[in-house]
């Protein structure tokens, strides 16, 4: 059995290689990504994470942010090459199973299509900019609200955080020359077989990493306005780019955690204390500083002893 793993990254050097090396361990056998034009290090990153394992492939493609023909296409290349599962990830994704084996999870499973749950984790609102080890301190889970139909609507009236919403279901899809994966990696045509739900594995997903992330994700909300014409394709970047700094504060309040709630326009919301992902990770982040220091900057509040003084109080 044969699991390639897609992506198409932007501007992820602190997380890449924690991501590429926990789903390394999981039982991912390749890697297909694809670089969107990325100004920080995460192409350096990439770059060393291929010398170091033959399983990484990389390309780049600094033009429009065309995400779904984007992770189309490296899916077929990847069913060309011989995959029998792909696992369409995006950098602040972390699959994750009971049994540490993405291979154990699919052994005989005859489904076409594996319909994976999202779970949304929540950093400390001590975390002010993305740095290797911003994951550690990411010990708490939402708790979902609404539908996710209702998402949109929750969040504008500043009901929930982005945090809370329901997200939709992820997928790992058997491939065929004429699969497609649509925008967001979260629904797809053209796999062999029928879909069923996932009973073992689960998306640990870190939206928001730092306070600084909000800035990339205003960006990518620029470039949805410039790409799609129907607002509610990416509406919550969108939502971000719109924003002046007082707006992205609240924001941050609303979004990141100070001792185990989320605040919302003053009321707390309570979240619940899961160290899934900080466990996942943990191993990764100690094992790839030792070479991957000159890609990882580093920037004042943000550096490895600040959070783990962090981590300790809140514990």
């Given at each position: 059995?044969?699991i390639?793993a897609?992506?198409?990254?932007?501007n992820?050097?602190?997380?890449l290689?924690?991501?590429?090396?926990h789903?390394?361990?999981?039982?991912?056998?390749?890697?297909?990504?694809l670089?969107?034009g990325s100004?920080?290090g995460?192409?350096e990153?990439?770059?060393?994470?291929?010398?170091?394992?033959?399983?990484?492939?990389?390309?780049?493609?600094d033009?429009p942010?065309?995400q779904?023909?984007m992770?189309?296409?490296?899916a077929?290349?990847a069913?060309?090459?011989?995959a029998?599962?792909v696992?369409?990830?995006?950098?602040?994704?972390?699959w994750?199973t009971?049994?540490?084996s993405?291979?154990?999870a699919l052994?005989g499973?005859?489904a076409g299509?594996?319909v994976?749950q999202?779970?949304n984790?929540?950093?400390?609102a001590a975390?002010?900019?993305?740095?290797?080890?911003s994951l550690?301190?990411?010990?708490?889970r939402a708790?979902?609200?609404?539908r996710?139909?209702?998402?949109?609507r929750?969040?504008?009236?500043?009901k929930?955080?982005?945090?809370?919403?329901t997200?939709?279901?992820?997928?790992i899809?058997?491939?065929?020359?004429?699969?497609?994966?649509?925008?967001?990696n979260?629904?797809?045509?053209?796999?062999?077989g029928?879909e069923?739900?996932?009973t073992d594995v689960?998306v640990?997903?870190a939206?928001i990493?730092?306070?600084?992330?909000?800035i990339n994700?205003?960006?990518?909300g620029r470039?949805?306005n410039?790409m799609?014409?129907?607002?509610?394709?990416?509406w919550?970047?969108?939502r971000l780019a719109d924003?002046?700094?007082?707006g992205?504060?609240a924001e941050?309040t609303?979004?990141?955690y100070?001792n185990?709630?989320?605040t919302v326009?003053?009321?707390?919301?309570?979240l619940v204390?899961?160290h899934?992902?900080r466990?996942a990770v943990?191993?990764?982040?100690?094992r790839?500083?030792?070479w991957l220091?000159?890609?990882?900057s580093?920037?004042?509040?943000?550096?490895?002893t600040?959070?783990?003084?962090?981590?300790?109080?809140d514990?």
């Amino acid at each position: 059995m044969k699991i390639t793993a897609v992506m198409t990254v932007r501007n992820e050097q602190h997380v890449l290689a924690t991501n590429i090396a926990h789903h390394r361990a999981l039982g991912v056998d390749e890697f297909r990504i694809l670089d969107n034009g990325s100004q920080d290090g995460t192409v350096e990153v990439i770059t060393a994470m291929a010398e170091r394992d033959p399983s990484v492939k990389w390309t780049t493609d600094d033009g429009p942010y065309r995400q779904n023909e984007m992770v189309t296409e490296l899916a077929r290349e990847a069913f060309r090459h011989g995959a029998d599962w792909v696992v369409p990830i995006d950098a602040d994704e972390f699959w994750w199973t009971p049994t540490r084996s993405l291979k154990v999870a699919l052994d005989g499973s005859d489904a076409g299509a594996l319909v994976c749950q999202v779970d949304n984790f929540v950093q400390s609102a001590a975390v002010l900019h993305d740095h290797p080890t911003s994951l550690v301190t990411m010990i708490y889970r939402a708790q979902a609200s609404g539908r996710h139909e209702d998402a949109k609507r929750l969040v504008e009236e500043q009901k929930i955080g982005f945090v809370e919403i329901t997200y939709p279901p992820k997928l790992i899809l058997r491939p065929t020359p004429s699969l497609t994966i649509a925008l967001g990696n979260h629904s797809a045509t053209g796999y062999a077989g029928e879909e069923r739900p996932a009973t073992d594995v689960v998306v640990l997903h870190a939206p928001i990493r730092a306070r600084d992330r909000f800035i990339n994700r205003a960006e990518l909300g620029r470039r949805h306005n410039v790409m799609y014409a129907d607002s509610d394709i990416g509406w919550h970047v969108r939502r971000l780019a719109d924003m002046n700094a007082e707006g992205l504060e609240a924001e941050w309040t609303a979004n990141s955690y100070d001792n185990g709630a989320l605040t919302v326009q003053g009321l707390r919301h309570p979240l619940v204390r899961d160290h899934r992902l900080r466990d996942a990770v943990l191993p990764h982040t100690a094992r790839l500083d030792r070479w991957l220091g000159p890609f990882r900057s580093r920037r004042p509040g943000s550096s490895p002893t600040a959070v783990g003084e962090h981590r300790h109080a809140d514990q």
